[in-house]
């Protein structure tokens, strides 16, 4: 688990960087090798390590816009992993998906933009593994600005009343971009929400890896061992913008000096010394941690960029391009030869 959020923090650290780099003056959010939002996790680390501790590739797992810690922890191929990110073709989405959309088939880990979009497919993998006669479970991550969201909330009746494996995890980072949760939501914890639903709700209230360990280890057993849901609540703390480019005018300094104090990492390290583990050991690991993401960006940044012409590749319809109207003049009227033929189909070759 040491070794997972090492890894997991150095990786953030090293995503900023190169994300910021070619952005500035004026933050320009397409320039530079990462194009597009970045949800970074440092903070997070305690959840997703403790969680995915328990869980076999078998297991699903479907993260959020903030994924790559759980993603880290479950164990996605993290070359691919990071090319993706770097909008490379040899990415788990061959570049097209981006840090948000990592779908790893080898050991069953989706993640989506959409919030709360992860908890029903969690429970069709739930399903599945109930009705195949298989000991898998799934486990659905949100944060806590989604407690409230239909998908999520139906996601909770439908497991409880089916008695399917699934662990749902709410990271409560205490905010939603800009939005503290006491705004939004008047239970003190998600964890209450299971009351509603018959099911046990646990919070643990500091990110104290071991602490979640334990709680997700009993989460984890009773839905493979038939007996249904659990909610499980994560305090974690948001160590980093919303997104990278967030200035953070809303949150007051001590939120953020309170956040960087609370370092679960740290944490983990005094338990392991107390246990007798000696520094050197420890160092070891960080090392080898370090060295790992430092290989996977390095190889992540030498591959090939995609060919635009496979943009239309892997969708399920044909976007529109541009349209041109013209006077009944159809096909491929900005002479670049290469229209879609769906397009075409579509509207009649018309217009383009
Ligand atoms: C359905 C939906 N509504 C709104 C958004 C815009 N949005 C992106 S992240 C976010 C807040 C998420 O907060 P939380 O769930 O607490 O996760 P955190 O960012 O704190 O990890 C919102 C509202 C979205 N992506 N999807
Ligand atoms: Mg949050």
């Known amino acids: 688990m040491y070794e997972t959020m090492v890894a997991a923090r150095h990786y953030e650290e090293r995503l900023q960087e190169e994300y910021l780099e070619g952005k500035q003056p004026a933050f320009d959010i397409s320039a530079g090798p990462i194009p597009g939002e970045l949800h970074l996790a440092a903070g997070h680390e305690a959840a997703a390590a403790g969680v995915c501790a328990h869980l076999r590739p078998e297991d699903t797992v479907t993260a959020t816009h903030r994924p790559h810690h759980v993603a880290i922890a479950k164990g996605v191929d993290l070359q691919r992993m990071t090319a993706e990110i770097f909008g490379r073709r040899t990415g788990l989405c061959k570049g097209k998906g981006g840090h948000m959309h990592l779908f790893d088939p080898e050991v069953n880990f989706a993640c989506s933009g959409i919030i709360a979009q992860g908890s029903p497919p969690a429970v069709g993998a739930a399903l599945a593994a109930k009705k195949r006669g298989t000991t898998d479970v799934a486990v659905s991550f949100i944060g806590e600005g989604a407690i ?3 998908g999520f909330l139906e996601s909770l009746n439908l497991a409880a009343v089916q008695d399917l494996p699934v662990v749902f995890v709410v990271e409560d980072n205490d905010w939603a971009i800009s939005m503290p949760k006491s705004r939004v939501t008047d239970v003190e914890n998600g964890a209450q929400r299971a009351a509603g639903f018959d099911m046990p709700g646990v919070r643990v209230d500091y990110d104290d ?4 360990y334990e709680a997700a280890h009993d989460a984890v057993e009773r839905a493979r061992n038939g007996n249904g849901p659990t909610l499980l609540e994560v ?18 300094d001590e939120d953020v000096e309170r956040a960087k104090r609370l370092d679960s990492i740290e944490r983990l390290a005094d338990d ?15 090392a080898r941690a370090h060295e790992r993401v430092e290989e996977a960006i390095e190889w992540a940044k ?6 635009p012409d496979e943009a239309y590749e892997d969708v399920f319809v044909t976007p529109p391009r541009a349209q041109v109207v013209t006077d009944g003049g159809g096909g491929d009227t900005d002479g670049d030869g290469d229209t879609p033929p769906e397009t075409d189909a579509a ?3 018309a217009d383009r």
């Open 302 to 307: 030498e591959q090939p960029e995609p060919d």
């Open 148 to 150: 409230d969201q239909g």
């Open 272 to 286: 392991l010394r107390e246990e007798g583990i000696a520094d050197d050991e420890l160092d070891e690991i960080r």
């Open 209 to 212: 890896a071991v602490a979640v």
């Open 235 to 252: 305090q974690v703390h948001r160590r980093m913008g919303h997104f990278m480019g967030d200035a953070e005018g809303y949150r007051p």
């Open 347 to 349: 509207n009649g070759g």
